[in-house]
């Protein structure tokens, strides 16, 4: 491509982007503008009594504290190791500039990647338990002040490390130019966060936050979003913590003990977590309390060296013990609602081509022993395209343990999964999602958080190529549009199972059956070749069975291959063609459901004295 | 050899009151499924509370710790740590278990962690204190040191690692044998299980909560005479079994104990083995560990300790 050619494109690109920003300017980014900007202006308004290095530094800890929101509002990590980046950011970029006499921006900036590194390497706990994450993080906090204190070497000892006066964007770097600097900052990664929250990124981290298993099983990739959102909230702590340290002019130890990490969670928690400004609005308000609290401390000669410390902990249970939203999701029933506008379905979905009419899913000789019990013993099946199988047979039987295999949630002991030839057994839950194997949840699942829409837009993560966290926060031009594509599918698969006119329902509105419907769509939305559906009837009201049946019907003819757990024979009989009988881990009968349903082998295997 | 025989039973005995917080930690943490963070300083509550009882915030001396003072002292510390321990765990934790919110018993017990820092930081205004003696352990030996080997050993680290042992054996007892230690394994099994056949799974957990604060102080305080106490103290013996748990992924108590008394050995073993004129130091004893075991969760977690599938 010609330069000529590209700077047309990206002008053209250019004037569309800014046309939508127009297009999507609300009431509420009038009142955002006005606000950076009179918080801009502030250092000029001549306000007696102001500090400026305090104002400053205090917007510092808001950035900070707006990285960590990502980390425990979207993802849900309780993190307790924020400090920690923000000492490792610090120390830096204060060593840069003291010793190897570096200007103050690409040292911050050095101090940011060192911050990003650390969340990288210590971010494998993402995949872990929320409890062993918050341990890890909690050694992590204290790992790094007990080597800024063993070493001293490294840290300036209790003197701390003296930061020589530096310039900032061509300004002499005063208090007020590290106010406005910060400001901006501020600003930006409030931006990029919540670009990121309200994209497909941030809709994945939620459903991992709320459901794991239903988030993995419908393809999302648990560890690389968590680890993006852990490692994104290190780097933001790191570049104002190495800022931050040049306005400090020393690096002092004791500023960064793990009481630093305690404060920043308190502020996110007192702020709320569920907001993308509810860190920062945390942040002020603890500094409105230590306006108040500490006259009052040196007033009633508390020895309390640090009153901080005692009034966060306090605070924060207080917080907790009224439910723990924070004050942003409390004031919002009284804010005015600043509603988004939907955007446009534009596009219409097609339905992947069911691929020939060979098998297209064939499981051989799969066994899986727990222990010393033998859940599954050398299961063979194939499915065709458009074929509903159903697998029935007695409880612990092994039907569920088949579905994990083939969806790989679980890893056999010994056989083979071939998907359209090619053999799937070692390959991950994304990669099968992706190639054409979906599956739903035994259990009555769905994001009880979103609404029915976006539930099955966590479906359409293997069908996104651009919803990484950087596309998302910068809103790339092919980020965006994608958004309309996936909705449009989502719809679609929503529409399949009846329920398009609930789309924009939350959750806890729709009655169990509806929210089994939706789980089904979100497996249906990952565009599946063969779709594993585990118990859809249990829980549903004999009225609804046909109306199900219908909707697995519809699936079949849409050309995919449905592998059915069922219990009730009901549904099995209006549902499936084909029904494939385990006992005790063994296929003891195979065949068409009119004639298998009524063996006597399955009527003592299966159905004890009770006619089918 | 010298060398040897002195890092490891001066490790052995760092490392017992180690494992006795470790193992705390694991116990609570298969009972309930959740950390708490304010048990080192729970267990500091209770040093200082019989610091205050025994010397007040005065620079401390030997006199009157060997009086009957010292076992109110003590009993006064044991019951501040039980009794801080059981309201943590039914004011910040439980709640938070029933409504399964990780972020309410974290923030809380670390809240909790923070203001007894700040309570003991205010009463306690000096960088350190010296722990009365209750034993005259001075008299022992040469100033209390005894030559084993050729090394010259702390009299006193024989006496901790006794002690460590007997209460490790001591709860391992309890939970193997009693009636109590019956009902809590089956809460560990499987807590919903333990309630429907009656046990009163809240009494008892909050019960455990308490003794292994008790346990661990028990430990501390024998140990405490040895060295410096400030407010970082119950703090960082947290911390200690903290690591030591993590490194057997919350096993069963018994390991973690196990994993103490390997980091007591490991960190002194940092601090004085020179190999061939290389020698790492003091320096990394606190933080060596704590690296290693974080790096081993992050790169090379259990598959126990995985988010769980399904």
């Keep these: 491509m010609t330069a000529a050619a590209l700077a047309r494109t990206t002008g053209a690109e250019l004037r569309r982007a800014a046309g939508e920003a127009r297009g999507a300017w609300s009431p509420a980014a009038w009142v955002a503008v006005a606000a950076l900007a009179l918080g801009l202006l502030v250092p000029f308004l001549g306000l007696p009594g102001l500090r400026m290095d305090a104002l400053a530094s205090t917007v510092y800890l808001a950035v900070a504290a707006t990285g960590l929101g990502l980390t425990v509002g979207a993802a849900g990590l309780p993190s307790l190791g924020a400090g920690a980046f923000v000492a490792i950011g610090a120390f830096t970029s204060a060593l840069l500039m003291a010793r190897a006499g570096w200007p103050l921006e690409p040292a911050a900036l050095c101090g940011a990647l060192a911050a990003l590194a650390a969340g990288l390497v210590s971010g494998g706990v993402v995949r872990l338990r929320p409890a062993f994450v918050a341990v890890s993080t909690w050694l992590l906090a204290w790992l790094v002040w007990l080597f800024l204190f063993a070493f001293p070497s490294v840290s300036g000892g209790s003197q701390g490390l003296i930061v020589p006066e530096r310039t900032l964007l061509g300004l002499s770097a005063t208090p007020t130019v590290h106010y406005e600097a910060a400001l901006v900052l501020l600003a930006l990664s409030l931006l990029a966060i919540a670009a990121v929250r309200h994209g497909a990124f941030g809709l994945e981290l939620s459903g991992l936050r709320q459901h794991p298993p239903l988030a993995t099983s419908l393809g999302v990739p648990l560890a690389r979003r968590r680890l993006g959102a852990f490692a994104a909230s290190a780097a933001i702590a790191g570049l104002a913590g190495g800022l931050s340290v040049q306005l400090a002019a020393v690096a002092d130890p004791?500023?960064?003990?793990?009481?630093?990490?305690?404060?920043?969670?308190?502020?996110?928690?007192?702020?709320?977590?569920?907001?993308?400004?509810?860190?920062?609005?945390?942040?002020?308000?603890l500094g409105l309390i230590g306006l108040v609290s500490d006259p009052l401390a040196r007033l009633l000669q508390l020895p309390l060296e640090r009153f901080d410390t005692a009034v966060a902990a306090v605070l924060l249970v207080f917080v907790l013990a009224l439910g723990g939203d924070g004050i942003i999701p409390w004031l919002s029933p009284w804010l005015p609602r600043f509603r988004r506008r939907k955007p446009q379905v534009t596009l219409c979905y097609k339905a992947g081509e069911p691929a020939g009419t060979k098998s297209v899913l064939k499981v051989?000789?799969?066994?899986?022993?727990?222990?010393?019990?033998?859940?599954?013993?050398?299961?063979?099946?194939?499915?065709?395209?458009?074929?509903?199988?159903?697998?029935?047979?007695?409880?612990?039987?092994?039907?569920?343990?088949?579905?994990?295999?083939?969806?790989?949630?679980?890893?056999p002991d010994g056989g083979r999964v071939l998907f359209g030839g090619r053999d799937l057994t070692e390959a991950p839950t994304r990669e099968r999602v992706r190639l054409g194997i979906a599956r739903t949840l035994q259990t009555t699942s769905a994001f009880a958080e979103l609404t029915a829409l976006e539930n099955v837009l966590v479906g359409r993560s293997v069908r996104r190529h651009y919803a990484g966290g950087i596309r998302t926060a910068l809103a790339t031009p092919r980020a965006r549009a994608e958004e309309p594509a996936a909705r449009a599918a989502a719809l679609h698969a929503l529409a399949v199972v009846g329920l398009d006119r609930q789309a924009d329902v939350p959750?806890?509105?729709?009655?169990?059956?509806?929210?089994?419907?939706?789980?089904?769509?979100?497996?249906?939305?990952?565009?599946p070749h063969v779709l594993l559906v585990d118990e859809p009837a249990a829980g549903v009201g004999a009225d609804e069975l046909e109306p199900l049946a219908r909707v697995l019907a519809e699936i079949g003819r849409q050309g995919v291959a449905v592998l059915l757990v069922e219990h009730n024979l009901r549904l099995v009989r209006l549902a499936a063609e084909r029904m494939i009988v385990l006992a005790a881990g063994e296929v003891v009968a195979e065949g068409s459901v009119a004639e298998t349903g009524e063996s006597e082998l399955v009527r003592q295997a299966y159905l004890g004295a009770h006619r089918l | 050899m010298t060398i040897a025989l002195?890092?490891?039973?001066s490790g052995l005995a760092a490392g017992g009151v180690y494992g006795l917080f470790a193992a705390g930690?694991?116990?609570?943490?298969?009972?309930?499924?959740?950390?708490?963070?304010?048990?080192?300083?729970?267990?500091?509550?209770?040093?200082?509370?019989?610091?205050?009882?025994?010397?007040?915030?005065?620079?401390?001396?030997?006199?009157?710790?060997?009086?009957?003072?010292?076992?109110?002292?003590?009993?006064?510390?044991?019951?501040?740590?039980?009794?801080?321990?059981?309201?943590?765990?039914?004011?910040?934790?439980?709640?938070?278990?029933?409504?399964?919110?990780?972020?309410?018993?974290?923030?809380?017990?670390?809240?909790?962690?923070?203001?007894?820092?700040?309570?003991?930081?205010?009463?306690?205004?000096?960088?350190?204190?010296?722990?009365?003696?209750?034993?005259?352990?001075?008299?022992?030996?040469?100033?209390?040191?005894?030559?084993?080997?050729?090394?010259?050993?702390?009299?006193?680290?024989?006496?901790?690692?006794?002690?460590?042992?007997?209460?490790?054996?001591?709860?391992?007892?309890?939970?193997?044998?009693?009636?109590?230690?019956?009902?809590?394994?089956?809460?560990?099994?499987?807590?919903?299980?333990?309630r429907i056949v009656g046990v009163p799974v809240d009494l008892f957990v909050g019960l455990a909560f308490g003794l292994v604060g008790a346990i661990a102080m028990l430990a501390a305080i024998a140990a405490a005479p040895g060295g410096a106490a400030s407010a970082n103290t119950g703090t960082l013996l947290g911390l200690k079994g903290l690591v030591a748990a993590l490194a057997v992924r919350f096993g069963p108590p018994l390991y973690a104990f196990a994993a103490g008394l390997v980091l007591g050995v490991i960190e002194a073993a940092i601090a004085n083995v020179h190999l061939g004129g290389w020698q790492l130091g003091p320096a990394y004893r606190e933080v060596l560990p704590v690296l290693f075991v974080l790096l081993l969760i992050s790169i090379w977690p259990s598959r126990e300790a995985?988010?769980?599938r399904e």
Aim: aromatic residues 8%.
């Design chain 2, 25 to 194: 930690h694991s116990l609570i943490y298969r009972l309930t499924g959740i950390v708490n963070f304010a048990f080192g300083d729970l267990v500091g509550l209770g040093i200082f509370a019989t610091l205050l009882v025994l010397a007040g915030t005065s620079p401390v001396t030997q006199a009157g710790a060997h009086e009957p003072r010292f076992l109110l002292a003590l009993a006064v510390g044991l019951a501040c740590c039980v009794g801080a321990s059981a309201a943590t765990y039914f004011g910040l934790v439980q709640p938070y278990l029933g409504r399964g919110s990780t972020i309410g018993w974290v923030a809380g017990t670390v809240a909790v962690a923070f203001a007894i820092r700040a309570t003991i930081g205010a009463i306690f205004q000096r960088s350190s204190y010296v722990f009365p003696d209750p034993l005259p352990f001075h008299r022992v030996g040469r100033a209390g040191f005894v030559g084993i080997g050729g090394a010259q050993v702390q009299a006193r680290a024989f006496f901790v690692i006794a002690l460590a042992l007997a209460l490790a054996l001591g709860s391992a007892w309890l939970l193997e044998r009693t009636h109590f230690g019956r009902a809590l394994r089956a809460v560990a099994d499987d807590g919903e299980g333990a």
């Design chain 1, 254 to 285: 004791a500023a960064y003990d793990p009481f630093l990490s305690f404060k920043l969670l308190v502020a996110v928690l007192l702020g709320g977590a569920a907001a993308t400004l509810g860190p920062a609005v945390g942040i002020a308000a």
């Design chain 1, 507 to 527: 959750i806890p509105e729709l009655t169990s059956s509806q929210r089994r419907l939706v789980g089904l769509a979100a497996a249906l939305a990952t565009e």
């Design chain 2, 306 to 308: 995985l988010e769980e």
């Design chain 2, 6 to 9: 002195q890092v490891l039973i």
């Design chain 1, 364 to 411: 051989e000789g799969l066994t899986k022993a727990f222990g010393g019990v033998v859940a599954l013993d050398g299961l063979s099946l194939e499915l065709a395209p458009g074929e509903t199988a159903a697998l029935v047979g007695p409880n612990g039987s092994g039907k569920t343990t088949a579905l994990r295999l083939i969806s790989g949630a679980m890893q």
